[in-house]
Nanobody, 125 residues
């Protein structure tokens, strides 16, 4: 069982930066995939970025070049550095993890089995 707890959300003006953190109760080094998702009321949940067990990262086109996902296995934390924030980045952000190895799909396609409670990010214009 892995428990995830996000922090670092808040309100910023467009163009600003925030750094989200996710503390994991389990060993992040053993997580095959970890990722960040976001969701706004009335919209589908959106994949933002993921990182594989080997540290390979992938980003949604909407955040590429502005966000950076990273993990610190020694501290069991996952982070999301968000720069150049836009009003459309406003959402609840969720940290997710999965220990399974599922052949044939990427981390983006996982139906993640561990979710945090979320942290709210609000960007004003």
């Amino acid at each position: 069982q892995v428990q995830l707890a996000e922090s670092g959300g808040g309100s910023v003006q467009a163009g600003g930066s925030l750094r989200l953190s996710c503390a994991a109760s389990g060993n992040t080094a053993s997580a095959n995939c970890m990722a960040w998702f976001r969701q706004t009321p009335g919209k589908e949940r959106e994949w933002v970025a993921d990182i594989t067990i080997r540290g390979r990262t992938t980003y949604a086109d909407s955040v590429k070049g502005r966000f950076i996902i990273s993990k610190d296995n020694a501290k069991n934390t996952l982070s999301l550095q968000m720069n150049g924030l836009k009003p459309e980045d406003t959402a609840m952000y969720y940290c997710v993890a999965d220990n399974r190895i599922i052949d044939g799909i990427s981390c983006r396609q996982y139906d993640y089995n561990y979710w945090g409670q979320g942290t709210q990010v609000t960007v004003s214009s």
